[in-house]
């Protein structure tokens, strides 16, 4: 079984600070980690993603993220928040042999001016 | 096309009615996959094709929910006798390859059972 956990469900930021969006996995095997940004009215959008290889991924729009198999996290970080970074952000993992992802709850990013 | 498209994109119906909401994926994919959102929530995964054939479908909540995709490329999903529960955003994803891909979301239809 995989299951997703994001703490947090609003996260406020002034603009130029660190962003840090926490997420939390379960998963028997060795996961795929994904983290995606929805804007408003819109679909979702992939990030980064981590699969195999390095643990510190490089997304777009400044973002990355780290895979920390002993913490069994995927917290995504961006060291300068932009006004129009603020969107929800969801985290997703597929285990080793499935096709479904589950999608964390999400996490709403607020950035104020 | 250039991205995922869904049709129409917000749909309003009375309570008992029938409803199909489209998605076209982006060309040459081969997995389709069909989710449920609900406010203050991530998607919710109703069922998975690939090529024609669904290979996944425990996501959908019960017999009223049924996806087709006959051809390998546009699916539809139909719900029969609508519940006021049943009023949520429905996205669509596409993928190419393998699980560990990119999928690529439509923007989605929303919705409304009166």
């Known amino acids: 079984a995989q299951s997703v956990t994001q703490l947090g469900s609003h996260v406020s930021v002034s603009e130029g600070a660190l962003v840090l969006l926490r997420c939390n996995y379960s998963?028997?095997?060795?996961?795929?980690l994904f983290w995606y940004v929805q804007y408003p009215n819109q679909g979702l959008q992939l990030l980064l993603k981590?699969?195999?290889?390095?643990?510190l991924v490089k997304g777009i729009n400044g973002f990355e993220a780290e895979f920390k198999k002993s913490e069994t996290s995927f917290h995504l970080t961006k060291p300068s928040a932009h006004m129009s970074d603020a969107a929800e952000y969801f985290c997703?993992?597929?285990?080793?042999?499935?096709?479904?992802?589950?999608f964390g709850r999400g996490t709403s990013l607020i950035v104020h001016p | 096309g250039a991205g995922v498209s869904q049709t129409p994109s917000n749909k309003v119906t009375e309570k008992g009615k029938y409803v199909e909401l489209r998605c076209d994926p982006i060309?040459?994919?081969?997995?389709l996959y069909w989710y449920r959102q609900s406010l203050g929530q991530g998607p919710e995964f109703l069922i998975y094709?690939?090529?024609?054939?669904?290979?996944?479908d425990s996501g959908l909540p019960n017999d009223r929910f049924f996806a087709v995709r006959p051809e390998g490329s546009v699916s539809t999903l139909k719900i029969q006798r609508t519940e006021r529960g049943d009023s949520a955003v429905y996205l669509c994803?596409?993928?190419?390859?393998?699980?560990?891909?990119?999928?690529?979301f439509g923007p989605g239809t929303r919705l409304t059972v009166l």
């Open positions: 994803a596409s993928r190419s390859e393998g699980t560990g891909d990119e999928q690529f």
């Open positions: 998963s028997s095997v060795p996961p795929y």
């Open positions: 981590y699969t195999t290889g390095a643990t």
């Open positions: 997703a993992v597929i285990s080793g042999g499935s096709y479904i992802p589950t």
């Open positions: 060309s040459g994919h081969t997995a």
């Open positions: 094709f690939q090529g024609t054939g669904a290979a996944d």
